[in-house]
């Protein structure tokens, strides 16, 4: 990545436009262009030189990464989400990725926080800034800086200094925290690396106390407290360690008009300006912030004018039960969603393969982690692409929607009950733990720009005018019935709903025909699918004879990855699948292509796999990158996998 | 008793107080077995149904899996009907009856269905006080399998086909009591009258109501060792009251002596009045309910009746103070928060 060096910030605006374009696929940024001149460099052509004295080093703007490590459960999670709150509105891109422990407190955990002024997000396997709060780490940690890098620690942690090309800033931690109630230190001794990394790197003061303010709701009192151990640190930080490495964070106007959010928070608020009404769930990681985010915004924005809540939002006793009450709730008219992951969605099989035969509405989130069993409970994957689009028994094949930034996770929130309604049919949001527990710059959300689809819903007066309705007649040939819900007053609105063999009247049969027909039937409403998900997301210049194809939250790294191959000489075209069934679009790219790479975070190559499904003809020229070690892609790797794919 | 209706309301005999006739409640032909008890237990719900002038369009017909569960499909062809997965019946009534409160749920399940696969399901509807009626058609045993044991088989009892049973049986009415369950009876499908009166007072009841009753397997479990046969039940079935429904449209006129009779004032105004037969039991003492189950199972005895009620706790959309209008019939106005709520969220955002 050295194009850095030489480009205006007006290229690097257009670099930025172009990729949340591409990547929030849903129209350019309107945001105004940025004059600042400073000097950039980047970390790469630092790495390159001879190292001399560090204060000779040219400084390193707007292009590095820092990594907190720290003991789990010790409250970091709000020093890091303040750090990069503050550093996106000095304007600098910015993108944060947890690396947690399934633990409650005292295992390691790492949070890297990458500045971009380019606006890359992706995850990068180096950081330069290594924030050592973790004794139990530090000594590992510190082998793991790439030449010329910076340690902050503790003073108290005895590190050995393993490291002669690295910069140290050791910092008396607790003697900030000396004068402070014993029960508060502990929650606020994180602030003290916050303070040492603003004076270090230039952070503004002001963006840290307004994020602190947004984290803690406006409380004034407890932001104080945060606040005033910041300035202590910073203020001991500025007259005790002189600044002697390169890496700076200056303000630019890259974000104006942006904000951060989490996959999870866009993908519940979705759902609630998608008119949910019964959401069921169990807990587990990754998912349960989505559930989380329902509940803390819709007491506030789903009210009647009585002030009673327009939904039930239901904890239930498993997984099993959870699809259960969306599937009961969604026979009788509610829009009802569940969110869970891999494990949860095993144990959902039964009922997935109930409501795509009974053909009933409801959304099921699955926030991707590494299965199976507990696997890596918190570590990112695209695991589960292909035993969700097949989940059930017998030939079962569902709607499954990808998105790929927290702006889809929006959109994707409210058009999924659409689909499921149109469609009769379990509809699946496949994200992930990095989409979704992560903070993602996005353009503000649009409102929705449909009215509710309700889908084919037959009232009293219908059936009447009709003088019946056979529940599983394909009467407009797009393969999806008519029905009635319960309570609908008329006696020749009922009809029974069951899994088992039925008729178009839903009368039980085990009819060989019956069965056939229905399978024919359900195989035309999947077809009538494909014409109704969203469609991919394309780049494709018409000239590149190779052909990348990803998904989800592995878009990042592919975009950044092209960049890097086209200064290298190799043209690439893009396509970003965001739904299943797929559409043509995804066939004619392969066929245009000579080679086609399958970028995704799985071991399998699972999206690959379903492509070759889909474009038989043309299967030997589709390719699996596919990678899975826990951690979110690389750009790196990315571009790797394709030159050795090339060589 | 001696009961008279209102003068000038009395449901003329062919159409109810909504103007049907009883072949307007009724099902699709059974393909059970001739003499299965559940079939017993389908007609009592048809003429439950018609005698209380229930429009059927209001009430949901939930099943799990099993011959108790293909049961709904014979009764009530008017009532939307789910005939669900196997134990899991509870959850899929729970999102419907949330979806819209304003449905009456009639859910039938077998030991097995609840028993076995859907224990789980069952206590946490009972936890959650789903409002519906939940009739368990008993008998001890899987018959679409060909005729296991169910986990309410009795310890020692010997079948042609699973042998002798060493395990003693899930008691699906202490289950249900200890799980907190407000209405919790037993009946036996032989006993027709009992169970009609058994299956008002659990439809009027507005919480979670179990109706435990013994109807038993002709194929499988009706010889005259089994506690689930009908020889057995007709032995032996020991009723705990004579048990009358008052629904609120009736003036009743009681001649009763002092001391003889309990009258459960039910949350709309129905009474279920309980005459005593043998030694009193009174089901609204959750310890006297869970003795007697214990002491019963421990003396083989096979009572039957109100074991236990309690209308104090809310049902499910009470707790969750959901609104009149169900919430599958709100519309966008109520479900899609205004633009300027929009704009107002993505300001807080930025």
Redesign the interface.
């Known amino acids: 990545m050295e194009s850095g060096a030489d480009e205006g910030f007006g290229a690097a605006r257009r670099t930025l436009l172009r990729m949340l374009t591409l990547i929030n696929s849903d129209g350019p940024l309107a945001v105004a262009r940025n004059n600042v001149e400073v000097q950039r460099m980047s970390a790469l052509e630092v790495l390159g030189r001879p190292q001399g004295s560090p204060k000779d080093r040219p400084a390193v703007v707007n292009d590095f990464s820092i990594v907190v490590a720290t003991v789990n459960g010790s409250g970091s999670q709000t020093a890091n989400n303040t750090l990069i709150r503050a550093i996106f509105k000095m304007g600098v891109p910015v993108n944060g990725k947890n690396l947690f422990p399934s633990n409650i407190a005292g295992l390691p955990t790492w949070y890297t926080i990458r500045l971009n002024k380019d606006g890359y997000v992706a995850r990068r396997d180096q950081a330069e800034v290594l924030v050592a709060f973790n004794k139990d780490t530090a000594a590992e940690d510190l082998a793991k800086l790439p030449p010329g890098g910076v340690c902050i620690y503790p003073a108290d942690l005895k590190l050995e200094r393993s490291r002669d090309d690295a910069t140290y800033y050791p910092i008396p931690v607790k003697e900030f925290l000396e004068d402070l109630d014993p029960k508060l230190r502990d929650k606020v001794a994180t602030m003290v690396y916050v303070g040492a990394l603003a004076e270090l790197l230039g952070i503004d003061e002001a963006e840290i106390r307004a994020a602190l303010l947004q984290h803690f709701r406006g409380k004034e009192k407890v932001v104080d407290l945060n606040f005033g151990v910041v300035q202590t640190a910073a203020e001991w930080t500025r007259e005790n360690l002189p600044k002697s490495d390169p890496y700076r964070a200056e303000r630019m106007n890259a974000t104006e008009g942006l904000m951060l959010i989490e996959g999870n928070t866009a993908g519940a608020l979705g759902a609630i300006f998608g008119g949910v009404t019964v959401a069921a769930w169990y807990p587990i990681t990754p998912s349960t912030s989505l559930i989380d985010a329902l509940n803390g915004y819709l007491p506030t924005m789903r009210l009647d004018e009585n002030g009673a809540p327009t939904y039930a939002v239901i904890q239930s006793e498993d997984e099993i039960a959870a699809l259960g009450i969306v599937l009961g709730a969604g026979w009788a008219g509610a829009r009802a969603m569940t969110s869970t992951s891999g494990p949860g969605i095993s144990l959902m099989t039964e009922f997935a393969g109930l409501g795509y035969f009974a053909e009933i509405p409801g959304v099921v989130w699955d926030i991707q982690r590494i299965g199976p069993s507990t696997g890596l409970p918190t570590r990112v994957s695209q695991g589960d692409i292909l035993s969700v689009y097949f989940l059930g028994h017998g030939d079962t094949r569902h709607v499954v929607l990808l998105p790929g930034t927290v702006g889809e996770c929006f959109d994707f929130g409210w058009k999924s009950f659409d689909l499921a309604e149109r469609l009769q049919t379990p509809v699946f949001v496949l994200s992930d733990l990095d989409l979704g527990m992560n903070l993602w710059m996005t353009r503000p959300f649009e409102y929705p720009d449909q009215p509710l689809d309700r889908g084919k819903v037959l009232s009293a007066e219908d059936v009447n005018r009709a003088g019946g309705f056979a529940r599983f007649a394909d009467t407009d040939g797009d393969g999806i019935g008519y029905r009635t819900l319960p309570g609908t007053d008329h006696p020749l609105a009922a009809y029974f709903t069951r899994g088992t063999g039925h008729n178009e009247q839903a009368v039980y049969s085990e009819r060989s025909d019956d069965w056939e027909k229905n399978l024919d039937r359900l195989a035309r409403k999947h077809d009538t699918a494909r014409t109704l998900v969203p469609q991919p997301v394309l780049d494709d210049s018409g000239r590149a004879e190779v052909g990348i194809i990803t998904v989800g939250s592995a878009g990042p790294s592919v975009y950044e990855a092209r960049d890097q191959l086209r200064e290298q000489g190799l043209e690439t075209d893009y396509l970003r699948v965001r739904a299943l069934p797929m559409d043509a679009t995804v066939r004619d790219f392969v066929a245009r292509h000579e080679r086609v790479y399958v970028v995704e975070l799985n071991h399998d190559g699972q999206l690959c796999k379903l492509i070759q499904l889909e474009t038989p003809e043309h299967a030997g020229k589709v390719r699996s990158a596919a990678y899975c070690d826990g951690l979110p892609l690389t750009a790196d790797y990315v571009r790797n996998a394709i030159l050795e794919g090339e060589s | 008793m001696a009961t008279t209706a209102k003068p000038g309301r009395t449901p003329s005999p062919k159409t109810n107080l909504i103007g049907l006739e009883k072949s ?1 409640y009724r099902g ?1 032909v059974s393909t059970l077995c001739a003499g299965c008890g559940h079939d017993s237990i389908s007609s009592q719900i048809m003429a439950v149904a018609f005698e209380l002038s229930l ?4 009430i ?1 017909k939930m099943s799990g899996i099993g011959c108790s569960s293909k049961s ?2 014979y009764f009530l ?9 196997h134990g ?1 019946m ?11 409160h ?2 009456l749920a009639i859910g039938v399940s077998g030991d097995g269905d609840t028993g076995s696969i859907g224990l ?2 069952y206590k ?1 509807l009972i936890r ?1 006080n789903v409002p519906m009626t939940y009739i368990i058609e008993n008998n001890g045993v899987y018959g679409l399998t060909k005729g296991q044991f169910s986990a309410t088989a009795d310890v020692g009892q010997s079948l042609k086909y699973a042998g002798l049973n060493e395990l003693p049986p899930i008691d699906l009415c202490l289950e249900a009591v200890v799980g907190g369950c407000g209405f919790v009876a037993r009946s036996f499908a032989g006993d027709a009258k009992q169970v009609r009166a058994l299956l008002k007072a659990a439809i009027a009841y507005r919480g979670t109501a179990v109706l435990d009753i013994i109807s038993p397997c002709v194929t499988f479990n009706n010889h005259d060792s089994s506690t689930k046969s009908y020889p057995y039940g007709k032995e032996h079935e020991e009723a705990l009251h004579d048990i009358t429904y008052v629904a609120q449209y009736e003036e009743i006129v009681v001649d009763y002596e002092p001391g003889t009779v309990r009258e459960v004032r039910l949350h709309d105004g129905p009474v279920i009045q309980l005459r005593k037969l043998n030694e009193d039991h009174d089901p609204t003492s959750k310890l006297t309910a869970v003795q007697l189950l214990e002491e019963s199972a421990e003396k083989q005895e096979f009572i039957t009746g109100l074991i236990y009620i309690n209308e104090n706790r809310p049902s499910l ?1 009470e707790l ?11 519309d ?1 106005s ?4 205004s ?1 300027a ?3 107002h ?2 300001a807080g ?2």
Do not use: K
């Open positions: 307007e699709g429009r059927p369009s209001q949901i709904p499909a062809n008017r009532s939307h009907g789910f005939n669900g997965l899991r509870p959850s899929i009534a729970t999102g419907a009856t949330l979806a819209n304003s449905l789980g399901q946490h959650r959309p969750q103070h959901l609104p009149e209008t169900p919430l599958a019939r709100l966008e109520a479900l899609r928060p633009r709520a929009f704009d969220l993505m955002l930025a």
